[in-house]
């Protein structure tokens, strides 16, 4: 399974933490963040994580800025995705069973290596459960399709 993970300055120590483990579990990392420790503007890197997961070149998506608001609200504006701010592992959890979120952002200026970790780990091992939450996903796509 290929993820792709996209950062902007504040969060290229806990990019690189995180890509190791992914790859340390068997992932594939597409990395679209960027290495530099330079200010920079997260939009970019939300939208790179977004349109990867959108298009097809990656299957899922994690997205760090300082907090992850910033650059979840980035990849929320490409079609189709569904990306999910998680400062703890339940609300990652449910985010996918119940959401079917396909980008996961935090905040490296808010969760320590560690739990970055159980959040990304918890996320990847959960599992949409469609059923009654699919009529309500469908709803949120009729949403960006109304404009
Ligand atoms: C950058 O200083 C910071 O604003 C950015 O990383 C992010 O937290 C925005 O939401």
Redesign the pocket.
Known sequence: MKIAIGN????VDLKNTIADYLVSMGYEVINLGTDSRE?CD?PVYGEKVGRAVAEGTADLGIAI???????S?AANKVKGIRACVCSEPYTARLSRMHNNSNVLAF???VVGDELAKMIVKEWLDAEYEGGRHQRRVDMLAEIENRG
Do not use: E
């Not at 902007?8 to 969060?11: L, Q, R």
């Open positions: 902007d300055h504040s969060a200010s997260y800025c300082g907090t992850g608001v910033g650059i609200l905040g490296a200026r």
